[in-house]
């Protein structure tokens, strides 16, 4: 299963700042009825991301009914990706 979705990079500050893009509410509804397959607890679900030619695993964290998609800086510095960009992002879930 794969989803294709653009929205922008926003950054959470906390001890170190954290980089983000937001699950489309659309998507994030169809990733939460398949919640219980997809997820290794809390709620997290593993996830390969592709953004350009850069592929890379990660997870997805629950957030206000909807979940948020990392951005590491080994992601980011190859793609030229910064605050406020809007990347365009395929996901996959091995399901």
């Keep these: 299963m ?4 653009s929205n922008p990079i926003f950054e959470w500050r906390g001890p170190a700042p954290f980089f983000y ?5 659309e ?3 169809e990733i939460s009825q398949m ?6 607890g809390w709620g997290v679900i593993p996830v ?3 953004i350009g030619k850069t592929t890379f695993t990660t997870s997805l964290f629950p957030k206000d009914g909807g979940y948020l998609l990392g951005l590491k800086v080994a992601v980011r510095e190859p793609e030229n990706l910064g605050l406020g960009q809007i990347p365009t992002i395929k ?5």
């Design 48 to 50: 390969t991301a592709k």
């Design 91 to 95: 996901l996959r879930f091995a399901i």
């Design 21 to 25: 893009v937001q699950v489309p509410a």
């Design 27 to 29: 998507i994030a509804t």
């Design 35 to 40: 919640a219980r397959q997809l997820s290794y």
């Design 2 to 5: 794969e989803f294709v979705f």
